[in-house]
């Protein structure tokens, strides 16, 4: 399986409004932007996330795409190893709705994620609030907006995956990033 993660929705740093509304504006892209209700803004990265996974055939290529739909090069990056906690309720309030919490490591940095569904029914568009900080409990600013799901139930960590990633950049003309291919 490959994971493409297009550049136009890769963390965008959010504008803090006093009344807890958050806009993050592409990197690439500044015309285009999301709002969304956060309780807390804090010290976060926010994003939209629409995650695209692809089944190819075994005798498939990434090299037999460069030159098509404006692929100049693939840049060889690092693998990760990444380490993943997921957090819920025992009974799995959170993933019932959509709704995931984890702490990751092995990228960039410890780094909290909570994805929260949005009003596009395709179940592979999320809002993503990333938390950075190294904390074995959920940050308060990562379970607080998801009260309404848990109720008075506890948050335990309910997984732990540890995947490797080969990833690669795909570049368009000049050098130009265009998307980061995960297998």
């Not at 803090?16 to 285009?32: D, S, V, W, Y």
């Not at 940095?109 to 999320?126: Q, S």
Request: glycine share 8%.
């Amino acid at each position: 399986r490959c994971w493409i993660s297009p550049l136009p929705t890769t963390p965008a740093h959010g504008c803090c409004h006093p009344k807890g509304h958050g806009i993050a504006f592409n990197q690439t892209n500044k015309n285009r932007y999301d709002t969304f209700r956060m309780s807390s803004c804090g010290n976060q990265h926010t994003m939209r996330e629409i995650e695209l996974k692809f089944a190819v055939h075994p005798s498939f290529e990434l090299s037999s795409i460069r030159g098509r739909a404006g692929i100049v090069e693939i840049e060889s990056l690092t693998a990760l190893t990444l380490r993943s906690a997921y957090y819920d309720t025992v009974d799995l309030r959170l993933a019932r709705n959509g709704v995931t919490l984890r702490h990751r490591t092995g990228d960039e940095g410890p780094v909290w994620t909570l994805k929260l569904p949005t009003a596009d029914t395709r179940a592979a568009i999320r809002n993503e609030l990333d938390f950075e900080m190294s904390s074995d409990e959920p940050p308060a600013a990562a379970a607080e907006p998801v009260t309404g799901f848990t109720r008075t139930a506890p948050l335990e960590r309910v997984a732990v995956l540890e995947t490797k990633r080969d990833r690669w950049k795909l570049l368009g003309t000049g050098g130009a990033e265009l998307a980061v291919v995960y297998h």
